[in-house]
């Protein structure tokens, strides 16, 4: 039996195949990989067989569970809440991802039920990873008081949560607080 797929389909799916063998992705970052890979290595294609094929392709992936905005969006949520990042934060980057909002918040509940409050645990692991407020290495006055404010704001952490990082005292301090946000 003979492949009836047409050669731009079976080129696009032996990508997208070799693309999510190493990476996990969502749907809109298969589609822009794919596009990508179209516009480099199928111009002699027909630009409307192409995008034709580039849907299919990106359908099958989903049809076989090689992609599940689901799961990347989990992965995603529970991956930068232990790197320290802000719901704001996780909810752009998975926004770059066309992931949708619903999908989102359950990513960020998923992702912080292990802790009484995941906003202000993450900003405890900022603020270590930066060496902010009680994880600073030097005295700090005001004006580094407010240089570490700054980069918590950055970081997409209310003024509220970055005030309570850095009135801790000390590292002991802190470490007693995230050990009290654990559930």
Known sequence: MTDRKPAAERRLMNKAVHYLGRYTASRQRLREVLRRFAFRKLDSHDATEVARAIDTVVDDCVRLGYVDDTA????????????????????RSLQEHAIDADLVDEALAAADE????????????????????????RPGDETTRQRHLASLARAGFSLGIARQVLDLEDVDAAERLAGELRC
């Open 72 to 91: 990347f969006a989990l992965a995603k949520a529970r991956s930068k809440r232990r790197g320290g990042r802000s719901a704001l934060a996780i909810r």
């Open 114 to 137: 292990d802790t009484n409050d995941g906003e202000l645990a993450a900003a405890l692991r900022h603020a270590a990873r930066r060496r902010l407020g009680p994880y600073a290495t």
